[in-house]
């Protein structure tokens, strides 16, 4: 079970810190990350870290701004996100396929769809 928190209503330029705790599931040797869901758009594939944190990817609108890590003993992953902006406003899940992917694997490769776990989402609003 993957469980998203510190999603909230910012301001544009404001900051977030996202969570994603594991229970039942140990992530140390899976690829892991973050999508997001407008409604009436498709769910993306916002930034993904492999399973050693050797690789990791953003998708083109937050590179330079959001950073993924992981905390293997605490079975966590963490999105931070900074110079938040409105169109980053959406719903964002914490996802993983329990596969020892790269990053880019997870997040912009392998169907969306097809992924195995995810967590219930949290939102992000941004706006002024």
């Known amino acids: 079970q993957l469980v998203e928190s510190g999603g909230g209503s910012v301001q544009p330029g404001g900051s977030l810190r996202l969570s994603c705790v594991a229970s039942?599931?140990?992530?140390?040797?899976?690829?892991i990350g973050w999508f997001r869901q407008v409604p009436g758009k498709e769910r993306e594939g916002v930034s993904c870290i492999s399973s050693g944190a050797d690789t990791t990817y953003y998708v083109d609108s937050v590179k330079g701004r959001f950073t993924i890590s992981r905390d293997n003993a605490k079975n966590t992953v963490f999105l931070q996100m900074n110079d938040l902006k409105p169109e980053d406003t959406a719903s964002y899940f914490c996802a993983a396929d329990f596969n020892p992917w790269t990053a880019i694997r997870l997040c912009a490769q392998y169907p969306i769809g097809l992924i195995k776990s995810w967590g219930q989402g949290t939102q992000v609003t941004v706006s002024s």
């Open positions: 039942g599931v140990t992530l140390d040797h899976y690829a």
